[in-house]
Nanobody, 127 residues
């Protein structure tokens, strides 16, 4: 069974940090662009960050640039999202998703193009 499983969410104070993990089972992430998306209550799902198959190309939403870092460890079949300087506006359910790609160095971050989705992990930033 092909699955993506997110972990690492929780409650954190403003200014704090969390690291989210996205682990794949049933398939290898080597052939996939991986993206992190989030959905806050009452808002549409938005792209946060995506990373190319090889890990050399990344993109970030303007709202998280300089605070979040995406990375991947293909040997562990896992992608990470390091989130620093968290703000209350970062509160949301965070999802990881995978899009198959034939290109090693290309990144795109279109939720409509993703082939697989995890069920999400809740991040709450509050004092």
């Amino acid at each position: 069974q092909l699955q993506l499983v997110e972990s690492g969410g929780g409650l954190v104070q403003p200014g704090g940090s969390l690291r989210l993990s996205c682990a794949a089972s049933g398939f290898t992430l080597d052939y996939y662009i991986i993206g992190w998306f989030r959905q806050a209550p009452g808002k549409e799902r938005e792209g946060v960050s995506c990373i190319s198959r090889g890990g050399s190309a990344t993109n970030y939403a303007d709202s998280v640039k300089g605070r979040f870092t995406i990375s991947r460890d293909n040997a562990k079949n896992t992608v990470y999202l390091q989130m620093d300087s968290l703000e209350p506006e970062d509160t949301a359910v965070y999802y990881c998703a995978a899009e198959s790609s034939s290109k090693l160095y290309t990144v795109r971050c279109n939720p409509g193009g993703m082939d697989y989705w995890g069920k999400g992990t809740l991040v709450t930033v509050s004092s």
